[in-house]
C-alpha cells in the first residue's frame, strides 16, 4: 500500500518556535507521511522538546502553519488540545504514571478522561495494549513492582490507547540500559511497521545506527532534514 498520495501526519511550513522571547528555532519545513518513522536530533539545548511540545499544543505555535493529525497548530483553543491528544501518542518525562495506582488504573485513567464510557471496552482495550507491549500479566501492579523498562513500556501502552496516528517520544530509551532500551525501540519498530508514524528525539546515536531512519537534526536554530541534504549526523557532538 503506498501513502504517499495522503495528507502527511504532521506538515510545518515557514514554522518559528520560541521559549520566553527567544527564537529556538526558525524556518522549520518538513512533513511526515502516515507511517514514517523519523528521529529527532541535536545538542541538549537545540530545540527538540520544544519542537515536540509545539506539536502536541503545549506550546502555542505563533509563526507559520502547521498541522497534526488533521489540527491546525495555529491559533488552536486551549480546550481544542485535549482533542489533539487523542490523536497522538505521546512518551515524555513529563507525562509519568501516577504512581498510587495499578497498571489498568492508570490506563482507565486516560481512558475515561478521553471519552470511554463503557467499563467493559476499557477493560478490552487496556488488555489489547497491554498484550501488545508485551505485558499483559502487569494490569495489576504497581508502577513501583515494575522495572523501569517495563514502566516504559506500561507509558508506550498508554500512549496507544486511542489508536494514535503518530507517536511523539522524547528520549524513550533514555534511562535504561542498552538491552532494555533495544527492546524499547524493536518495541516502537513494531508499532510503526503496524502503520503508525513515530517521531523520536533521541541522543543515542548507536540506536539511530542500528535502526536507521530518516533523520531531523536541529542545529543553529534551524531545522535539517536528511531526506533533503546530506549531513553529518554526529557533527557538533
Ligand atoms: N520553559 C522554558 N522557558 C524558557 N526557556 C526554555 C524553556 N524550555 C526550554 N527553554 C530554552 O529553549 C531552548 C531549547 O530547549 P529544548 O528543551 O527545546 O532543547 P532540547 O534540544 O530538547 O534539549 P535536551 O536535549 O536537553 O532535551 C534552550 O535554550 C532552553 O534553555
Not at 493529525?69 to 481544542?80: E, G, N, V
Not at 482507565?108 to 501488545?132: C, H, N, P, Y
Not at 507509558?155 to 489508536?163: D, G
Not at 546515536?205 to 542500528?210: G, K, T
Amino acid at each position: 500500500m503506498s501513502f504517499s498520495s495522503s495528507t502527511p501526519v504532521v506538515s510545518l511550513r515557514d514554522v518559528a518556535i520560541y521559549q520566553d522571547v527567544n527564537t529556538v528555532l526558525s524556518s522549520v519545513n518538513f512533513d511526515i507521511d502516515k507511517g514514517e518513522f523519523v528521529y529527532l536530533v541535536g545538542r541538549t539545548g537545540s530545540g527538540k522538546s520544544s519542537l515536540l511540545k509545539t506539536l502536541y499544543g503545549d506550546l502555542p505555535l505563533q509563526t507559520g502553519v502547521g498541522h497534526i493529525a488533521d489540527f491546525k497548530l495555529s491559533k488552536l483553543p486551549r480546550k481544542q488540545v485535549p482533542y489533539l491528544r487523542r490523536k497522538i501518542g505521546i512518551v515524555f518525562q513529563d507525562f509519568q504514571l501516577l504512581f498510587d495506582r495499578t497498571v489498568a488504573e492508570n490506563l482507565a485513567f486516560v481512558l475515561k478522561a478521553t471519552g470511554w464510557k463503557d467499563k467493559s471496552k476499557r477493560k478490552q482495550r487496556i488488555t489489547e495494549v497491554l498484550m501488545r507491549v508485551g505485558l499483559d500479566a502487569a494490569a495489576n501492579k504497581l508502577p513501583h513492582q515494575l522495572s523501569g523498562g517495563e514502566q516504559q513500556r506500561i507509558v508506550v501502552a498508554r500512549a496507544l490507547l486511542n489508536e494514535p496516528v503518530i507517536l511523539l517520544a522524547d528520549e524513550p530509551t533514555g534511562n535504561l540500559d542498552p538491552i532494555v532500551a533495544d527492546g524499547i525501540m524493536q518495541l516502537f519498530n513494531e508499532i510503526n511497521n503496524s502503520g503508525t508514524a513515530v517521531l523520536m528525539a533521541t541522543h543515542n546515536y548507536e540506536i539511530i545506527n542500528r535502526y536507521p531512519h530518516r533523520v531531523l537534526k536541529c542545529e543553529n536554530g534551524k531545522v535539517l532534514d536528511s531526506k533533503v541534504e546530506d549531513f553529518n549526523l554526529t557533527t557538533g557532538y
